[in-house]
T-cell receptor, first 111, second 112 residues
Framework: GENVEQHPSTLSVQEGDSAVIKCTYSDSASNYFPWYKQELGKGPQLIIDIRSNVGEKKDQRIAVTLNKTAKHFSLHITETQPEDSAVYFCAPRGAGNMLTFGGGTRLMVKP | NAGVTQTPKFQVLKTGQSMTLQCAQDMNHEYMSWYRQDPGMGLRLIHYSVGAGITDQGEVPNGYNVSRSTTEDFPLRLLSAAPSQTSVYFC???????????FGPGTRLTVT
């Protein structure tokens, strides 16, 4: 099966700073790369995704970049706000057609 | 649209008891899945279904049964609960065309 690792496991930033979370995966057949945000007591919610034929995608303050050769993709959040505080998961879709979730990154944005 | 709903929100079981976690969606999604979330381990796939009458095992299926008699419902059954099944359980659904999964609010299960 797919091995997925996220780094860092916790990240603390000052409000207004940028945050970057990296996800590495093992299955070279992976072709879909989403990031989910989970707020306390809730289920995960998709915030951005990218397909394997695209290197970067941006949606307002968040962006995802993909390096298929190195088998990693990253979540970038600019101008962080307190409401960005949550746990973020990457979940690449491998050859088995299912998502494999990383262990999560707890982001804390200090006002 | 209510989206994906799960009941109950909380449940405490004794070892050996059985129970069913309910999941329903009103978006006419073909795909439905059950995940468990343990601290520091992300979400792990238990069982999934690609349509009514079709189910398959995920990464951690032991101790759980599922069935899919309708498009809307996908219950998860614990036949004989064990402390190792203490976890938060999430149900999710998606269409066959797009990969975005919609998650329910979760069921927190404690087995003593």
């Amino acid at each position: 099966g797919e091995n997925v690792e996220q780094h860092p496991s916790t990240l603390s930033v000052q409000e207004g700073d940028s945050a970057v979370i990296k996800c590495t995966y093992s299955d070279s057949a992976s072709n879909y790369f989403p990031w989910y945000k989970q707020e306390l007591g809730k289920g995960p919610q998709l915030i951005i995704d990218i397909r394997s034929n695209v290197g970067e995608k941006k949606d307002q303050r968040i962006a995802v970049t993909l390096n298929k050769t190195a088998k990693h993709f990253s979540l970038h959040i600019t101008e962080t706000q307190p409401e960005d505080s949550a746990v973020y998961f990457c979940a690449p879709r491998g050859a088995g057609n299912m998502l494999t979730f990383g262990g999560g990154t707890r982001l804390m944005v200090k006002p | 649209n209510a989206g994906v709903t799960q009941t109950p929100k909380f449940q405490v079981l004794k070892t050996g008891q059985s129970m069913t976690l309910q999941c329903a969606q009103d978006m006419n999604h073909e795909y439905m899945s059950w995940y468990r979330q343990d601290p520091g381990m992300g979400l792990r796939l238990i069982h999934y279904s690609v349509g009514a009458g079709i189910t398959d095992q995920g990464e951690v299926p032991n101790g759980y049964n599922v069935s899919r008699s309708t498009t809307e419902d996908f219950p998860l059954r614990l036949l004989s609960a064990a402390p190792s099944q203490t976890s938060v359980y999430f149900c999710a659904s998606r269409t066959g065309l797009f990969y975005e999964q919609y998650f329910g609010p979760g069921t927190r299960l404690t087995v003593t």
